[in-house]
């Protein structure tokens, strides 16, 4: 497929040609959600702990006879019953994380990059120079030119690591997030309304697309 390719100041320098096989596939909702939820499980802390019964500091001797007292039995003041005591079968530090076949992350991520595009909602930019003072003003004015510098939207930026001055001007705005292609993700795509993608990571992205096959 082809797409307009823009510059900072938001006119049309020329066009690009998008694989589609990454960018122009078919978009299975079933994938992105699975990826989603592997993505957020693979996040998740998991550091919730709470004191079994041998862990629980305390005397384990007997509260009181075991008989004789009109009482009810009680071994140790640790139990559970008791306030202060262990707990039965309480959380202990686990990890979320599970596998994922790269076929499936592969093609959910394709599906997330043809949703955007479908959707109008990818911006290819020649490249995106910023000034070398005034970065955060620099970044909020190629995006306001770009058409989406709105308060209400997020925008996701892509382009390569090197360029410093994007990845410090773009984390002062609250609008927008910077990634570089190696770190394009299902989930930073789905939660932003628009992708903003320099030409050489699109050419990037695509690269490691087609070598995951």
Request: proline share 3%; with cysteine; charged share 25%.
């Amino acid at each position: 497929m082809k797409l307009d390719v823009k510059n900072t100041a938001g006119s049309n320098v020329g066009q690009i040609d998008l694989a589609d096989d990454v960018f122009a596939t078919e978009v299975h909702e079933h994938l992105l959600w699975e990826v989603v939820k592997w993505q957020l499980a693979k996040r998740r802390a998991g550091n919730a702990s709470t004191k079994r019964m041998s862990e629980v500091n305390g005397s384990s001797k007997k509260v009181w006879k075991q008989k004789g007292t009109g009482q009810a039995r009680q071994g140790s003041k640790k139990a559970p019953h008791w306030v202060g005591g262990g707990s039965v079968f309480g959380p202990k530090p686990r990890s979320y994380e599970y596998a994922l076949p790269k076929k499936v992350k592969k093609a959910a991520l394709c599906a997330a990059l043809s949703l955007r595009a479908g959707e109008k909602k990818l911006i290819v930019v020649d490249k995106f120079p910023v000034a070398e003072k005034q970065l955060t003003k620099s970044v909020a004015a190629a995006l306001k030119n770009l058409g989406v510098a709105q308060p209400t939207s997020k925008v996701l930026v892509v382009d390569t690591k090197d360029n410093t001055g994007l990845v410090r001007g773009a984390k002062n705005l609250a609008s927008s997030q910077w990634l570089a292609p190696e770190g394009l993700n299902v989930y930073d795509i789905l939660r932003h309304e628009t992708v903003v993608i320099s030409q050489g990571a699109v050419k990037q992205v695509e690269a490691a697309l087609r070598a995951a096959e």
